[in-house]
């Protein structure tokens, strides 16, 4: 079961080839992938040999394998964590029934907008990132961000498999709109805004893969707990895969700080100008964008009290973050949580029932274990010996969704005028002028073992990979 069939077209580990229907329908999904990929994939990218991990099999130990391979020629395919026949509905109203194998008829168009809407997602990140290889501080760089690119595109694999293998029609249609959306597009947008917003320079890569992949693994984590087994077992294995996302993202920023910091100490300054003149990121800059990749990041958990919210809990489609370790009834029915509500010009806290803030609940443990990285980053700043601390915004911080959205607040939660909003924006939010500041820098690296001025290199390599190793072979 752990094993993944790789001698056939598409590999898995699901059988796909006692399922002809199934496997002819995906394989015909799968040149409009490929073409997919070489359109809207890493931008001149097509002939590059690139040191990519590959499944190999969903075993905890050992399920990767490393090569060198034609991004084009990566095994993308549909591999699921193994079932436990044991396994109960432990939440909502079926609890303790036996999970589903199949799609209960009552909850179809729920689970199809949840799979859809994840799925959505992945390929969403691969095109806001597309044209980033052109500018990468380094080959271990360019490799990562290929990395986190091939698995954004197995993950649209693995909500693809759902969708044909459980929705019928229907799902062959929502697999070809998968690849049909565009980020950014105007008339055929990607679902959620976050995921149609540029991801322009590395500083903004590495800031989307801090907070945006992990909204996807606490989204997946919610989904892992599902009664709908296909999916809990699928985001399962996906989680293993994002692991690395995240850490692209929480090594790449510190890079990015320690780089900072060993400038600001040799030229004694910490004067944004100087040190721009330097060729580094200045630490306000910084802080700046992680100001606005936290708080569009926080949006993707959607409006704070949602009825849609309750009933994908009560129906038992998707769980909270680490349902199985709480202990409550997991029902719900009872509880209150506590929401912010905007009341003249101050925020108060309001007890609302819990099973309508379940998105409120998965925001706030979201945003818990994303102050993590953030001390991780301030204990480089500390060991500099500079006084200087990043911090995420408060989370009525430049917010679209939810009641938030009416108001304006400062990083420091209080509410502000109009005013007063316009002329500090360019001191919470990245500025055109920061923004074109950092494109500047971007130039590409791509010399063995060399990096860009504004970014110090990792403490290992990949694969304990040597510091000159190469990565990427252009041929
Ligand atoms: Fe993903
Ligand atoms: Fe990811």
Redesign the pocket.
């Known amino acids: 079961m752990a094993n993944i069939d790789y001698s056939e077209k598409i590999p898995n580990n699901v059988r796909l080839s006692e399922d002809r229907t199934l496997q002819r329908a995906l394989e015909q999904w799968q040149p409009n992938y490929l073409n997919w990929w070489s359109d809207m994939g890493p931008d001149g990218s097509q002939g590059f040999d690139v040191y990519l991990r590959t499944a190999v099999s969903v075993d905890p130990q050992g399920w990767a394998q490393f090569g060198h391979v034609k991004m084009p020629e990566y095994r993308w395919g549909i591999f699921l964590n193994p079932a436990d026949p044991a396994r109960k509905i432990h939440f909502g109203d079926h609890m303790g029934e036996n999970v589903w194998q199949d799609v209960p008829g009552e909850y179809r168009a729920n689970l199809r907008r949840i799979i859809v809407t994840q799925g959505d997602t992945e390929p969403a990140?691969v095109e806001q990132q597309r044209h980033l290889g052109l500018t990468a501080p380094s080959l271990y760089d360019l490799r990562n961000l290929f990395q986190?690119n091939v698995?954004?595109g197995r993950?649209l694999w693995a909500m693809v498999y759902l969708l044909h293998k459980y929705f019928g029609r229907d799902g062959r249609e929502e697999g070809a709109a998968l690849l049909e959306r565009r980020s950014g597009q105007q008339d055929n947008p990607r679902i959620l805004q976050a995921f149609n917003e540029e991801t322009p320079d590395w500083l903004s890569f590495f800031m989307f893969?801090y907070f945006t992949?992990r909204d996807?693994k606490f989204q997946l984590c919610a989904l892992a707990e599902s009664s709908f087994d296909p999916l809990a077992r699928t985001t399962k294995f996906m989680l293993t895969?994002?692991a690395h996302?995240m850490f692209v993202g929480e090594s790449g920023v510190s890079r990015v700080i320690q780089r900072t910091c060993q400038v600001m100490n040799e030229l004694r300054t910490d004067d944004p100008a100087k040190l721009r003149a330097a060729g580094v990121i200045d630490l306000p800059t910084i802080q700046r964008y992680l100001n606005f990749h936290f708080s569009v990041t926080i949006d993707l958990f959607g409006a704070d009290q949602s009825s849609n919210a309750a009933t994908f809990y009560s129906t038992g489609l998707k769980g909270r973050y680490e349902e199985g370790k709480r202990a409550d009834d997991h029902m719900l029915k009872h509880d209150s949580y506590k929401v912010l509500q905007v009341r003249g010009d101050a925020l108060v806290e309001q007890e609302v029932p819990m099973l309508n803030a379940l998105n409120e609940v998965l925001r706030d443990d979201y945003i818990k274990d994303s102050v993590g990285g953030v001390e991780r980053w301030n204990k480089v700043i500390e060991k500099a010996g500079i006084a200087f601390r990043l911090k995420v915004p408060h989370k009525a911080f430049h917010r679209s969704i939810g009641t938030l959205a009416d108001v304006k607040v400062a990083p420091d939660g209080r509410v502000v005028s109009e005013a007063e909003w316009n002329a500090k924006i360019n001191d919470w939010l990245p500025s055109q002028s920061d923004r074109a500041f950092v494109a500047s820098l971007m130039g590409r690296v791509v010399e063995p073992g060399r990096f860009a001025n504004w970014i110090a290199p990792p403490v290992m390599g990949i694969n304990r990979q040597p510091a000159d190793f190469e990565y990427v072979r252009f041929n």
């Open positions: 990140s986190v698995e954004e993950h893969t992949d996807g895969e994002e996302h």
